[in-house]
């Protein structure tokens, strides 16, 4: 069972379609908090962990977003604050740069495959998705209706769409997606 962490619902609810689609099975008990922000995360975790870690859960992931900071700061930061002090064992710190949806702007074809912006047609691919300062504001710029409305809503529309991604994508273009998909295909395999 697994156990994830992150600074908002649609983070922790995108993360668990993730988990789940390494897996290929969608059964995966997975236990979840997402939280109103970073801070809120931090301060809180441990006590999260703590109380995941004594009903038996054995596998343990936090996302903390780099937005613009040092990713290895923000990465020293889950592990001073919330791994060591809740004594997690197996565990992965996920920073996506410079936020989860550079992930999703990796593969922005599963957008449609989710079937989440009826309508829009991708655009030319990102090669780069995590040099975009802001890949939440950009995937709603490149959303935008003929109104100039956003048909994209992160928060209802990114853990539909992480379930569609195609994870080779989004790991060959986004770095920080890499960690995650190791520590889970090593619990798949056994080897953790």
Same mark, same amino acid.
């Given at each position: 069972?697994y156990a994830? $962490?992150?600074?908002?619902?649609?983070?922790?609810?995108?993360?668990k &379609?993730?988990?789940?689609?390494?897996?290929?099975?969608?059964?995966? =008990?997975?236990?979840?908090k997402? %939280?109103?922000?970073?801070?809120?995360?931090? @301060?809180?975790g441990?006590?999260? %962990? *703590?109380?995941?870690?004594?009903?038996g859960?054995?596998?343990?992931?936090?996302?903390? +977003?780099?937005?613009? &900071?040092?990713?290895?700061? @923000?990465?020293? *930061?889950?592990? *001073? !604050?919330?791994?060591? =002090?809740?004594?997690v /064992?197996?565990?992965?710190?996920?920073v996506?740069? #410079?936020?989860? /949806? &550079?992930?999703? $702007?990796?593969?922005?074809?599963a957008?449609?495959?989710?079937?989440?912006?009826?309508?829009?047609?991708?655009?030319?691919?990102?090669?780069?998705?995590?040099?975009?300062?802001?890949?939440k !504001?950009? $995937?709603?710029?490149?959303?935008?209706?003929?109104k100039?409305?956003?048909?994209?809503?992160? &928060?209802?529309?990114?853990?539909?769409?992480?379930?569609?991604? +195609?994870l080779n994508?989004?790991?060959?273009?986004?770095?920080? %997606?890499?960690?995650? @998909?190791d %520590?889970?295909? #090593?619990?798949?395999?056994?080897?953790?």
């Open positions: 069972m994830i $962490l992150g600074e908002d619902v649609s983070d922790t609810e995108s993360l &379609a993730i988990v789940r689609l390494i897996h290929k099975d969608n059964s995966i =008990p997975i236990k979840s997402g %939280f109103s922000g970073c801070g809120e995360m931090i @301060r809180k441990k006590s999260y %962990f *703590e109380t995941y870690r004594k009903l859960v054995k596998y343990f992931i936090i996302a903390y +977003d780099a937005d613009r &900071a040092d990713p290895a700061a @923000r990465r020293a *930061e889950a592990l *001073e !604050e919330v791994i060591k =002090p809740s004594k /064992e197996k565990y992965c710190i996920v996506p740069v #410079q936020e989860l /949806e &550079a992930w999703i $702007l990796a593969d922005l074809d957008i449609g495959r989710a079937k989440v912006c009826s309508g829009w047609k991708p655009c030319k691919p990102i090669a780069s998705p995590e040099r975009i300062s802001s890949p !504001e950009h $995937l709603k710029k490149l959303t935008r209706d003929d100039d409305r956003s048909r994209y809503k992160h &928060a209802v529309n990114n853990p539909v769409v992480a379930a569609c991604l +195609d994508i989004v790991a060959k273009k986004c770095p920080s %997606f890499r960690p995650l @998909r %520590f889970v295909n #090593q619990i798949k395999a056994g080897t953790i």
